[in-house]
DNA sequence: CGTCTATGTTGACATACGTCGAACCAGTGC
DNA sequence: GCACTGGTTCGACGTATGTCAACATAGACG
């Protein structure tokens, strides 16, 4: 069910699902993977839950300080969990409070999965 | 109707329509934009389908090139007719044919959208 | 004009999705 | 143990989405 947008990937060492968009016509396989964080991210709401995670102080963010987004509290525990699900996001309880953290070599693999190619 | 995930656009000095995911929380209206864009990638259908054109030779591939992904033919014009509307395609009969192209500029855009802070 | 090929549009349908309120767990502190 | 606060899960509901078959449109070519 954790999407792998990328294997294992012990540190920064990321071993991307997917080539970029642009060095050949993606396989389905490839394509089904990929889609699933672009649709994870194809929500507004989403999208703002986790650009406040990604650009929050250390790449983490108690759930507090970002329910912030015009929605029930209910609705942003159900889209953290689909970014979860998407496997862009991963959260830990700590005390009272659960922060969600975005992996930096996820977000790597997606601007790899955008990169332009030298020319453009 | 037609999303501009970028301004005008003259040439390449692109105008993103937001700042990357990392930098700061998107606002409401910066996130209901680029998820448009998101969002149009978020179907493995459509993400083959654009990956097609964009690495088709010359960033444009007539639809006979494209359309096998599995599905009918009026669902691949569906497809491409939503990425079209998600500002990510443009289009042009040519004789008996028609053509999709990606903007270089689109590409960079969504690029950047998803650029690592240096660090990282 | 008529027909054939290449695409787009329409209508219908099953499924997925976003949203909420209510009920339910997890820690904290009294 | 009990109440309180922070979050998640559940059930329901309306809407959007992906898909197809059937039909319509655009050029090309006789």
Redesign the interface.
Known sequence: MVLPLLEPADG?GVVPCCPP????????AE??T???M???????????L???V???EGGEACVCD?SD??VSQPTVSHHLKKLKEAGLLTSERRGTWVYYRVE?SV??A??K????PAA?
């Open positions: 920064q968009l642009t060095e050949r016509p993606m396989t389905a394509a089904e990929a889609a699933r672009f649709k994870a991210l194809g929500d507004p709401v989403r999208l703002r986790f650009s406040a990604a650009s929050h970002i987004v015009g930096p977000l790597a997606m601007g999965l955008l990169a332009m453009a």
